[in-house]
């Protein structure tokens, strides 16, 4: 099926890392030209050089880029519009997803961080393009969110409440692109752990972690995600198919958000 999206261009935020590399190879090979940006310049270089040499038509671009400076963010989007004309697709994807501490021992230093990078990065980014694609009367914005954003994350503080006022930002964003040929989505996945999402649970606790063994046990489907899984969702949903899809938060989850007993 072909997506619409041949020529279009796309930013991928944390573009080197697991999911938004995923991201940045799918929307690639679909026509796409993308933006790996990400703070890892190495990062960013070596995901952008793997789809050059291996995307069926979209070209990549990496961008060193710190969400959080705002004079940074702005230079960095007039080199990506000098390149490519505009930017079409916003995959809000970067984040911080390493502390795990209840909330009474919480480290302030890291709610500060998580609140920076996970929420005002977006925020920096999604006013820098988000106006332009309205003018523009086309564009696609993926918000990505997280279980732990739709439910809550024991040990999670900074990471759920950042996670959650994803769903606020990307719905906003919804309600005011509706009129003008933009749409806004969020994803909530479960947790995705690449080649270990062919283990069992017992093969999880016994080869890797009792942590991702316990989250496979809780899913329906027995099984974790990979980041393709999500990748998927979000070439979707950036696509020219998905014109009437907007506002909605999309659970890539294996079903561990129903109810089952």
């Known amino acids: 099926m072909d997506l619409g999206i041949q020529d279009r ?25 993308v933006i790996v940006l990400d703070v890892d310049a190495d990062g960013a270089a070596e995901t952008a050089a793997e789809i050059n040499e291996t995307a069926d038509s979209g070209e990549a671009m990496s961008l060193e880029c710190d969400l959080t400076d705002r004079e940074d963010v702005a230079d960095s989007m007039a080199e990506v519009r000098d390149a490519f004309g505009g930017v ?7 984040a911080m997803v390493d502390a795990r501490s209840r909330v009474g021992d919480y480290d302030d230093e890291i709610w500060d961080r998580d609140v920076e990078i996970n929420l005002t990065g977006t925020y920096n980014i999604s006013k820098e393009l988000f106006p332009r694609m309205c003018e523009r009367g086309w564009g696609r914005i993926v918000n990505m969110s997280s279980m732990a954003g739709w439910y809550g994350g024991f040990g999670q503080f900074s990471y759920s409440a950042t996670k959650a006022a994803m769903i606020g930002v990307g719905r906003t964003m919804a309600l005011e692109g509706a009129q003008s040929g933009v ?47 999500v990748a998927n969702m979000v070439t979707y949903l950036c696509s020219e198919q998905a014109s009437y899809v907007t506002g909605q938060v999309v659970g890539v989850t294996g079903g561990i958000d129903l109810f089952s007993f």
């Open 9 to 33: 261009t796309a930013v991928v935020t944390g573009g080197a890392g697991r999911i938004g590399s995923a991201d940045c190879r799918l929307l690639a090979n679909e026509g796409a030209n």
């Open 88 to 94: 079409d697709i916003l995959v809000n994807n970067a």
């Open 183 to 229: 749409t806004s989505n969020i994803i909530a996945p479960n947790i995705v752990v690449g080649d270990w999402a062919d283990m069992s649970p017992d093969e999880l606790r016994e080869n890797v972690d009792e942590y991702y063994a316990r989250i496979a046990d809780a899913t329906p489907m027995r099984h974790l995600g990979t980041e393709e899984d």
